[in-house]
């Protein structure tokens, strides 16, 4: 798997979502600079731009192949994790894994229930239009549309420059492997039944119709240390959607999680 890692000080790391890879999660970097004291650890899970993708074909294999580079990258050191959508999947997994490590775990638009179909999902809405971004986007018009909830420059720049390079990068022969095989073996949860008690947060959109938010609500019990927060005018691309918003939720996670080492 391919790495980045930016700064020193405490690990953090921070897995990306299905069909994309770490770029983006960039946008987070002024909070977690700002944050200080924190060594990010961006992985490129397999199938993302450039990383290999020869030796997985499940969720369960990617775990434990993201898994193991953790260890690698932080052998016995405490670390916090961060992950995104599927990311976010593989970072509960890890949590729970290697709770000893663990200071935090943070999920922003987390998959929760693997299986779309036994989701619980909004239906699609677009809450705005803005003729702006048409310029902006070209012919990645239609990709942006897909997603977007509440349509603005800013997002749709955001869009181009953290999200569209990852999802035309992506190995496709991988991702469909993969997707044939797309649950865990066990959710984390049911495995480690045990409340996790550091520090976490969980950040969901109200209109996100690829996982929706109340399959993470109903781990809430699971979760005493947890801020659960959904975000009116979000859908599943809710820290580009509602940047300002998540960017103070993860600043006040790492203060948290600060707090308790």
């Known amino acids: 798997m391919l790495v980045h890692e930016i700064g020193s000080g405490t690990p953090l790391v921070l897995l990306h979502g299905f069909g994309v890879d770490h770029r983006i ?26 990383s290999p993708d020869d030796f997985v074909s499940s969720t369960q294999e990617i775990a434990a192949a993201a898994m193991a580079e953790v260890r690698s990258r932080v052998g016995a050191e405490s670390f916090a994790i961060l992950g995104n959508s599927f990311g976010a999947m593989i970072a509960r997994y890890i949590a729970h894994e290697l709770r000893s490590q663990v200071l935090g775990l943070a ?15 909004p239906a699609r809405v677009v809450l705005h239009q803005d003729p702006r971004v048409v310029p902006i986007l070209g012919d990645a018009l239609d990709d942006y549309r897909t997603m977007a909830v509440v349509e603005s420059p800013h997002s749709a720049q955001a869009f181009l420059e953290y999200v569209l390079p990852g999802v ?9 492997r993969v997707a044939e095989s797309y649950a865990l073996t066990q959710h984390p949860e049911d495995v480690h039944p045990t409340p996790f008690l550091q520090p976490s947060l969980h950040v969901t959109g109200r209109q996100d119709q690829v996982v929706g ?3 993470a609500w109903s781990r809430i019990e699971h979760y005493p240390r ?3 927060v959904t975000l009116d005018g979000a859908g599943h691309n809710v820290h580009l ?3 300002e918003v998540c960017a103070v939720l993860v600043n006040d996670w790492l203060g948290r999680v600060r707090l308790s080492v």
């Open 25 to 50: 999660l960039l946008p987070l970097e002024p909070t977690l600079e700002h944050a200080g004291g924190w060594r990010r650890i961006y992985i490129d899970l397999p199938g993302a731009t450039g």
């Open 107 to 121: 999920t922003l638009a987390g998959v929760f229930v693997p299986q779309y179909d036994d989701r619980t999902v």
């Open 168 to 176: 035309r990068g992506a190995h496709q022969s991988a991702l469909e």
């Open 213 to 215: 938010y109340r399959d």
């Open 226 to 228: 947890a801020t659960f």
């Open 241 to 243: 959607e509602q940047p």
